[in-house]
């Protein structure tokens, strides 16, 4: 899945979006900057609701985003469904715990 992060804020450290991915196929999560070649999908986020999601594990901040029309989906949204239906993993929770902690 690839992640378009839109409004970073200046201090962040990025100019203008961010690019990012959340690769799966190797049988784990695995998220670094970039874009992948093929995704099955591509998600843009506003970056308080990718805060929000990502850095403060709100899974409910993403329902009423996507509700609201803050998150827009390209490509296979059962992927997505997929992905959110999924038992946290206990390493990323560590690394969640880790961006939250540097994030401000």
């Not at 029309?69 to 990323?92: E, H, N």
Request: no cysteine; hydrophobic share 40%.
């Amino acid at each position: 899945m690839n992640l378009v992060i839109t409004d970073v804020p200046e201090n962040v450290g990025a100019d203008g979006d961010v690019q990012a991915n959340m690769d799966t196929s190797s049988g784990s999560l695995e998220m670094d900057l970039g874009h992948l070649e093929g995704p099955d999908l591509t998600v843009t986020v506003d970056y308080s609701t990718a805060k929000a999601i990502f850095v403060e594990g709100n899974p409910q901040a993403g329902m009423q985003a996507f509700m609201a029309g803050k998150i827009k989906v390209q490509g296979d949204m059962t992927k997505l469904m997929a992905m959110q239906s999924g038992a946290p993993d206990p390493a990323a929770q560590e690394t969640a715990k880790k961006i939250a902690e540097i994030t401000e």
